[in-house]
């Protein structure tokens, strides 16, 4: 159970370290407007995944009491979505491109929605969220939505601590990817390693 736990939280910090749209855009956030309205669009998109979170926990649990076999169909489908994910990555450029030109300045409760609502309106989210959360369901005794519970408050509290930190150390972080090309090629292979990695659990 720790165990399963434990690899959830790795692979989760692995994925929330990997720049993509939401911690580029916090990212730019915190640069132009300062780590407070970083800190609120984390916020934001945080509270965004508790809904997908909801949304898996409840459905997912339904059909695990409905039909066993489907939910294996559930979880065969994670893992191609999963390796899918790893093939789209491959076949990106590894380049770090980020820019704060026309970002514009809003207030703290606006980036807090704006970050909501990216995140809510984002139907690839629940679609990753569903190939994800079943790979690590931890105990036969616990009630399955309180372990899609517990893997959303994971997933939502590593996310944050790690988006966060991009948030008040954005200066830092910026100038540093601008040194330092080739981090987005480690942080791309890392990301392909752990998608395939998971899919790697339910297919062998």
Request: charged share 10%.
């Amino acid at each position: 159970m720790i165990e399963t736990l434990i690899s959830f939280v790795l692979a989760t910090a692995t994925l929330a370290v990997s720049p993509g749209p939401d911690n580029i855009f916090v990212l730019t956030q915190s640069i132009v407007n300062g780590r407070k309205y970083g800190l609120a669009t984390v916020a934001g998109l945080m509270t965004g995944c508790i809904i997908h979170t909801t949304l898996v926990a409840f459905g997912v649990s339904e059909v695990i009491k409905r039909n066993e076999s489907l939910f294996f169909i559930i979880k065969l489908f994670g893992a191609a979505y999963l390796l899918y994910l790893a093939y789209k990555v491959y076949k990106s450029d590894a380049k770090i491109v980020f820019s704060t030109d026309n970002v514009d300045h809003k207030s703290t409760t606006e980036l807090f929605k704006t970050g909501f609502w990216m995140n809510v309106l984002n139907p690839k989210v629940t679609i990753f969220f569903l190939a994800f959360f079943p790979q690590f369901l931890f105990s036969e005794e616990i009630s399955t939505v309180i372990q899609f519970y517990v893997l959303g408050g994971l997933f939502i509290l590593t996310s944050f601590i790690i988006f966060g930190g991009i948030a008040v150390l954005a200066g830092s972080i910026s100038d540093y990817l601008k040194q330092n090309q080739k981090v987005g090629v480690y942080l791309k292979w890392t990301q392909i390693i752990v998608f395939i990695a998971i899919a790697a659990l339910i297919l062998l």
